[in-house]
């Protein structure tokens, strides 16, 4: 089993800045690839960010290429999202996942999901 609790999601302007951090517990955490998803209200649930095991080969959206990044601390336990130059079309909310296959886009492949966060970027 793992838990997964994000945390950093907020109100923003456009233009600005926010970092999303994903704290997991249990003590196999390398054994897990972690993506980050996103969630409009009256949209699908949609695929951000992964990153593989030890975070040597990360996968981005394209809609978020060049301004967010993905990274994970396995000696904290913790996958984190830097959300940089945010447009209003970014506003959802944010939920971390976890899974042991690199199958990166595809929701339903994560086995342990966050229980999300708010991001609002404001124009």
């Known amino acids: 089993q793992v838990q997964l609790v994000e945390s950093g999601g907020g109100l923003v302007q456009a233009g600005g800045s926010l970092r999303l951090s994903c704290a997991a517990s249990g003590r196999t955490f390398s054994s897990y690839v972690m993506g980050w998803f996103r969630q409009a209200p009256g949209k699908e649930r949609e695929f951000v960010a992964a990153i593989k095991w030890s975070g040597g080969s990360t996968s981005c959206a394209d809609s978020v290429k060049g301004r967010f990044t993905i990274s994970r601390d396995n000696a904290k336990n913790t996958v984190y999202l830097q959300m940089n130059s945010l447009k209003p079309e970014d506003t959802a909310v944010y939920y971390c996942?976890?899974?042991?296959?690199?199958?990166?886009?595809?929701?339903?492949?994560?086995?342990?999901w966050g229980q999300g966060t708010q991001v609002t970027v404001s124009s």
């Open positions: 996942a976890a899974t042991p296959r690199w199958v990166v886009v595809t929701p339903h492949e994560y086995d342990y």
